[in-house]
């Protein structure tokens, strides 16, 4: 269990070069060539040597100003969804016996179509210790009572499916590739720990280990 939350990981991992970090300047457009590579933001270009997507596989293939055939295919598809995410205290969207209440709760019923409906006990989840039990559902803020909403947000997760499988698969086909490297979650799981896995098999193709 980390302390503080899944966030608090961050601030550590990146201590050491966090003066580095630009905030606030989103790339608009990636151009490769045989010597490197040329990065577009808001404050101009720059000129690398190499470069290394951690981001969604949508947001990647977006900034690519030619992607190949090959990452068309495998990142076109691993693609993402956005979720209705709703932070709130109304313990009717956990199941009816509080003995079968898990880190994760969904909700079965609905269409082939429909989006995932899942509550998470955020108390149990992050080890909160309250009288008050926290959840954050999915796609469900209908059926949430308004009073006792606490925080809306808007994310997007990774979407599974047999050509997603098939496209992870893949990784060793475009990475390395006219300069370019890719990681993030996606190319597992979804899970935060998939992310680091993923970002340490990039940096090991550099002959970087921990």
Same mark, same amino acid.
């Not at 499916?161 to 390395?176: D, F, K, T």
């Given at each position: ?56 596989? %949508?947001? #990647?293939?977006? +900034? ?7 990452? =068309?295919?495998? *990142? /076109? @598809? ?66 949430? %009572?308004? #009073?006792?909403? +606490? ?7 990774? =979407?599974?499916? *047999? /050509? @997603? ?46």
């Amino acid at each position: 269990m980390i302390q503080g939350g899944s966030r608090s990981y961050v601030e550590p991992l990146t201590a050491s070069f966090r003066e580095r970090i630009r905030l606030s300047c989103p790339v608009t457009r990636v151009k490769r060539d045989r010597e490197g590579v040329t990065l577009h933001s808001a404050m101009g270009s720059e000129r690398f040597d190499k470069v290394v997507f951690a981001c969604h596989s %949508d947001q #990647a293939l977006a +900034l690519l100003a030619q992607p190949s055939s090959a990452e =068309q295919s495998i *990142l /076109g @598809a691993l693609r993402y969804a956005e979720n209705d995410v709703v932070l709130h205290t109304d313990t009717r969207l956990l199941p009816k016996r509080k003995l079968a209440w898990a880190s994760w709760n969904y909700r079965l019923g609905g269409g082939e179509q429909q989006s995932a409906a899942v509550t998470y006990d955020m108390n149990i989840l992050q080890g909160i210790e309250s009288d008050t039990t926290f959840c954050v559902s999915l796609n469900q803020t209908s059926a949430i %009572d308004p #009073a006792k909403i +606490l925080g809306r947000y808007r994310y997007a997760h990774p =979407q599974y499916s *047999l /050509g @997603a499988i098939a496209a992870q698969a893949r990784w060793e086909e475009i990475n390395g590739v006219d300069n370019t490297w890719y990681c993030g979650a996606y190319w597992a799981n979804g899970f935060h720990e998939d992310g680091v896995v993923s970002g340490l098999r990039v940096a090991q193709a550099f002959g970087e280990t921990l």
